[in-house]
């Protein structure tokens, strides 16, 4: 999994795009109209979700998407309990790195 690799989930249309990782945490998001989509991966979990904050933070580009990661890292976000989905890994589809 690098940056800027497109993964996709199955039973979904659309391919988000890798826009921040480390070892645990995957950051991506897909055009979405005007605006972005944005989700969560937690390896380790095995779940998807968005962040844990009111209305949200901002994801629409990659210096956004480390900063979010590393407020991840330090505990000072989570992902989301309502929104959370249980995925299978093994099932994500990795498609070509994309300019």
Same mark, same amino acid.
């Given at each position: 999994?690098? =940056?800027? /690799?497109?993964?996709?989930?199955?039973?979904? *249309?659309?391919?988000?795009?890798? /826009?921040?990782? %480390? %070892? *645990?945490?995957? =950051?991506?998001? *897909?055009?979405?109209?005007?605006?972005?989509?944005?989700?969560?991966?937690?390896? /380790?979990?095995?779940?998807?979700?968005?962040?844990?904050? =009111?209305?949200?933070?901002?994801?629409?580009?990659?210096?956004?998407?480390?900063?979010?990661?590393?407020?991840? /890292?330090?505990?000072?976000? %989570?992902?989301?309990? *309502?929104?959370?989905?249980?995925?299978?890994?093994?099932?994500?589809?990795?498609? %070509?790195?994309?300019?």
């Amino acid at each position: 999994m690098a =940056i800027k /690799q497109t993964v996709k989930f199955p039973f979904e *249309r659309c391919k988000y795009k890798i /826009q921040a990782r %480390d %070892d *645990r945490y995957l =950051i991506c998001t *897909r055009p979405h109209f005007k605006t972005y989509m944005y989700t969560i991966i937690d390896l /380790q979990e095995s779940i998807r979700a968005t962040d844990n904050t =009111i209305f949200g933070l901002e994801y629409g580009t990659v210096a956004d998407c480390e900063e979010r990661l590393k407020e991840l /890292q330090s505990g000072e976000i %989570d992902l989301s309990w *309502r929104n959370r989905k249980k995925i299978n890994i093994d099932e994500l589809i990795y498609g %070509d790195v994309e300019s």
